[in-house]
Every structure is written in structure tokens, then in C-alpha cells.
């Protein structure tokens, strides 16, 4: 699995490609929390604004890969003991095939992620804080 990245403004965006299994998901899951963290120790309150996943070129969701997923929701939420106090950053899913959007919805994540059909929608709604 690849991950690019992209920077907008204060969000991150994420495109893994290729399958989120048991090989892949700790790479994916230190990407993930590299993300959400501070750009430097000093300065906890330098996180970024929002982080989106474009999912458009992820072929499979493992179970592996939803425990990275649902680690990094709960890093990301604001007041969490993880958090540090600090402010949280918003996780906004975008372009999620069929396929993993099921498997989302099935593990009950689908609720907890906000979603949209493309990156610049995903962006624009990540960026809100």
C-alpha cells in the first residue's frame, strides 16, 4: 500500500492505495497518527485543521485496517485523554467505494466519519472547525 499526501490550506489529505489489510494497517495507522499529530512537540496546539481520507483508490478494508481507522477517530476527537486537551482534528471521508462504504457502514464507523463523494467537497467540509 502507498499513502500520498497532499496539504490544503490546514488540512491534510490521505490517499492510500491499494488494500487496508493486516500488512498494511500499521503503516496506515502511523501515517494516520503522524497526521493528527502537532507539527512539533513544542507548539501541541499546531495540529492540523481537518484530515481527509480519499478512499478512492482503496481496494479492501480489513478489520486490521478498521482498527487503525477507528484508533485515529479516537485520537482525533477533542477532550479524549489521548487528545491532550488540545483542539481536535476533524477526519472527513471522501470518494469511498462501494465496497468499503459497506464495510464501514457494517462496523458501524459509517456513522462516526463524515463522508463525501469528492475530495474538494471533503476538503471544503474539513476545513470548517
Known sequence: MQIAEEARGDVMILRPVGPID???APRFEARLFAALAPATPDEPEKVP????????????????????????????????????GRKGVRIVLAAVPGPVRAVLEEAGLAVLLESHGDLD?????????
Open 121 to 129: 467537497a471533503a476538503v471544503r467540509a474539513a476545513s470548517q472547525h
Open 22 to 24: 493486516s500488512a498494511a
Open 49 to 84: 485543521g481537518g484530515l481527509v481520507l480519499d478512499l478512492s483508490a482503496v481496494t479492501q478494508l480489513t478489520p486490521a485496517g478498521l482498527r487503525s481507522l477507528l484508533l485515529a477517530v479516537r485520537q482525533a476527537r477533542p477532550g479524549t485523554a489521548s487528545a491532550g
